[in-house]
Every structure is written in structure tokens, then in C-alpha cells.
T-cell receptor, first 107, second 120 residues
Framework: GIQVEQSPPDLILQEGANSTLRCNFS?????LQWFHQNPWGQLINLFY?????KQNGRLSATTVATERYSLLYISSSQTTDSGVYFC?????????WGAGTKLIIKP | EAGVAQSPRYKIIEKRQSVAFWCNPI?????LYWYQQILGQGPKLLIQ????????DSQLPKDRFSAERLKGVDSTLKIQPAKLEDSAVYLC??????????????????FGAGSRLTVL
């Protein structure tokens, strides 16, 4: 099955910094989603991005399907960006989840 | 639109007892998922329904876990008897369509707040 690897596993930044989170996957996919899980456990979908680039405010994502990776960019980090960021991909009907990147934004 | 509703939010039981979790998906969402998330790990799919049929239950421990979605709307996940290792957050999610098929927003997952289970 598809393997999903996220890096880095942990990231600690000061408020205002920019960050790049990476998701590598082992096979072709037709579905890739980025999620944010806040410190209270709520999972929120950030992007549906099997290919191309999307932006939503301070967040943007790029997926290069031919090279099997996706990047999530967070600019001007805020403390509310803290939490775990998951990448989930699918080549058939089941989403395969990465282990996540834990992001801590210090004030 | 109303989100995915789950209850109870928290439950503490003794091992070997039973527990049930309820989920009401977003109206019109045909696909419903139950995930188990153990502290520090990513979500693990337990079961996926398409309307009232099961699409995937390959990771559901069927000797103790059961789930149903009788009318293709809300769903119940039951654990009987519970074990210590069942302590986790049980997350329900829904999507308009299955993960593969209709593309774009149709297969974007929306999650509920989760039900946190502690087994003592």
C-alpha cells in the first residue's frame, strides 16, 4: 500500500516565523488532503490538493504529483497555528494518514 | 450548515464493560467514517460506510467492535467488552462522496469533535 512520510516530526517556532511542512508519498495518488488538529483535538480540513497550488490566507499548499510530495506553507505564524498537521492521501478509496508534524508556536 | 455531531464527548468505563458512541453526519453526506486515534498517533480508519452499506471494515476488531448505519444517516459504534488498549479518541467524519470518485469538494472529510474513551 501507499506509504506516507511527514517531516519534520516536530517544529518549534516563534510567533511571526514562516514554516514549511513536507509530505512524501510512495505511489501515485488521486486524493491528498491536509488537516490541522488543534490542541483540543478538533481536526479541520485545510486543503484538498491532489495536484497544483492553493492558498487560503496565510496558508498555502503545493502538490507535485509527479515527484510524489506535497508542501504546506505557513506564513507569519500565530499561536493559534499550534497543533498537529496531518497529510492524508489515497490512490483508491481509503485515505492513508501520515504520522503528522507537531507545530508549537511560541508567543 | 451544521457540522458532524458526536456524543458523548467523554466516557470513562471499567475494562470488560460496554460503550456506545453516536454520530450524526452533515446532512446529505453519503459517506461516514469512524476513526480511532490513540494519543500521539494519526487517525486509524475503523469502518467506512457508503449510505448504509459497509465499504471498508478491514481494521475493525470485529470480536469486540461493531458499527451500524441503519438508515444511511446517523451511526453508532459499539465496543463490547472494552479493553485497556481501547482508550482513545473515536472520531467520526463524513464526506459528500467516497474518497475516490467525484473529486474536488465531494470527498473532503469533515470531522466531529470526537469522543474520548478512557478504559480503567
Amino acid at each position: 500500500g501507499i506509504q506516507v512520510e511527514q517531516s519534520p516530526p516536530d517544529l518549534i517556532l516563534q510567533e511571526g516565523a514562516n514554516s514549511t511542512l513536507r509530505c512524501n508519498f510512495s505511489d501515485s495518488v488521486n486524493n491528498l488532503q491536509w488537516f490541522h488538529q488543534n490542541p483540543w483535538g478538533q481536526l479541520i480540513n485545510l486543503f484538498y490538493i491532489p495536484s497544483g497550488t492553493k492558498q487560503n490566507g496565510r496558508l498555502s499548499a503545493t502538490t507535485v504529483a509527479t515527484e510524489r510530495y506535497s508542501l504546506l506553507y505557513i506564513s507569519s505564524s500565530q499561536t493559534t497555528d499550534s497543533g498537529v498537521y496531518f497529510c492524508a492521501v489515497s490512490g483508491n478509496y481509503q485515505l492513508i494518514w501520515g504520522a503528522g508534524t507537531k507545530l508549537i508556536i511560541k508567543p | 450548515e451544521a457540522g458532524v455531531a458526536q456524543s458523548p464527548r467523554y466516557k470513562i468505563i471499567e475494562k470488560r464493560q460496554s460503550v456506545a458512541f453516536w454520530c450524526n453526519p452533515i446532512s446529505g453526506h453519503a459517506t461516514l467514517y469512524w476513526y480511532q486515534q490513540i494519543l500521539g498517533q494519526g487517525p486509524k480508519l475503523l469502518i467506512q460506510f457508503q449510505n448504509n452499506g459497509v465499504v471498508d471494515d478491514s481494521q475493525l476488531p470485529k470480536d469486540r467492535f461493531s458499527a451500524e448505519r441503519l438508515k444511511g444517516v446517523d451511526s453508532t459504534l459499539k465496543i463490547q467488552p472494552a479493553k485497556l488498549e481501547d482508550s482513545a479518541v473515536y472520531l467520526c467524519a463524513s464526506s459528500l462522496a467516497p474518497v475516490v470518485g467525484q473529486g474536488a469538494g465531494a470527498n473532503v472529510l469533515t470531522f466531529g469533535a470526537g469522543s474520548r474513551l478512557t478504559v480503567l
